[in-house]
């Protein structure tokens, strides 16, 4: 969702192919940013130290007590304030339970967006990537418990022991491929996203997208088991942190297809331009 919201923002800002690329990496940036502060903060305010200090009686005789009861009530204010604003967020599904005290999905989806454009990706491309995951990405999960439910038996896993199945990543690629058919016909008709090229190169480059990206996040747990045997707790995390679906899935995608269909695009252009100019010389 914050994903189709970015993408949105920055067509109807009415911004260059180059403008947008500096407000997406900018905007992916400070959504990292934020996310840290929030997880440095929440872990303050629930420090002992704290809540110690919001416990302290409150005192007035004499100008010293005044002042630091003042700051008890700001910090109390403040503790209620950020708290109140963490339950929101969670009721609105943007935080998760057990992510109140650790980096959000934010921070692998603003990485997975900033990665691909510093590498050079395509703007259409990276979008393309946004999309697959915001589609394919419930989609697989929703499609696998509802199976499951069906199923008298649990459904076969694709890896002995984990989660992901081949149903769910066939409810990945499906609805993946509803959003790109969506955003297409949104394309179609006038919200330019994607370059002109021959629907061939825009249909193989999309199929491969969809279909590395949803290989990528099956891949991803058998990776994951791997990383979970080092000993060394910060290199486990970060690598869990960078094999988490928001960061593989959108980054596969727009790479995958800026590779195929950014020098197709290149390719037709020069062939046109190639055509225009022996055109131009036979008249």
């Known amino acids: 969702m914050v994903g189709i919201v970015t993408i949105l923002l920055a067509h109807f ?7 947008q690329v500096a407000f997406a990496e900018t905007a992916s940036w400070w959504g990292f940013c934020l996310d840290v502060m929030r997880c440095v903060l929440y872990r303050i305010l629930i420090s002992r130290w704290y809540t110690a ?18 700051l008890v009530l700001l910090a109390r204010w403040f503790k209620w304030f950020a708290l109140l604003l963490e339950k929101i967020l969670r009721k609105l599904g943007i935080l998760r339970e057990y992510e109140r005290d650790t980096l959000s999905a934010l921070t692998p989806f603003a990485l997975g967006i900033h ?6 990706v395509p703007v259409y491309a ?33 890896f002995e022991g984990g989660k992901k199945t081949w149903m769910g990543y066939r409810g990945f690629c499906e609805f993946s491929a509803l959003g790109i058919v969506a955003s297409s016909a949104l394309d179609l008709a006038g919200f330019k996203v994607y ?22 996040e099956i891949g991803q747990e058998w990776v994951e088991k791997k990383i979970n045997k080092i000993r060394i707790t910060s290199v486990r995390w970060l690598l869990n942190l960078l094999l988490d679906d928001n960061f593989v899935v959108p980054a596969t995608a727009a790479i995958s297809i800026g590779v195929i269909i950014g020098p197709a695009t290149s390719t037709l252009e020069t062939v046109i331009n190639h055509m225009l100019s022996f055109s131009l010389l036979l008249s």
Do not use: Y
């Open 13 to 19: 800002s009415g911004l260059s192919e180059i403008e």
């Open 126 to 158: 990276v979008v393309a990537g946004v999309i697959i995951l915001s589609f394919g990405d419930p989609a697989a999960r929703e499609r696998a418990k509802r199976r499951a439910k069906k199923e008298s038996e649990p459904l076969p896993t694709v």
């Open 115 to 120: 990665v691909p454009l510093m590498l050079g």
């Open 53 to 70: 200090f919001c416990n302290r009686k409150l005192e007035f005789r004499n100008p010293v007590l005044a002042t630091v009861s003042v």
């Open 195 to 216: 370059p002109e090229v021959h629907f061939l190169i825009i249909i193989i480059g999309f199929a491969a997208g969809i279909t590395l990206s949803g290989l990528a």
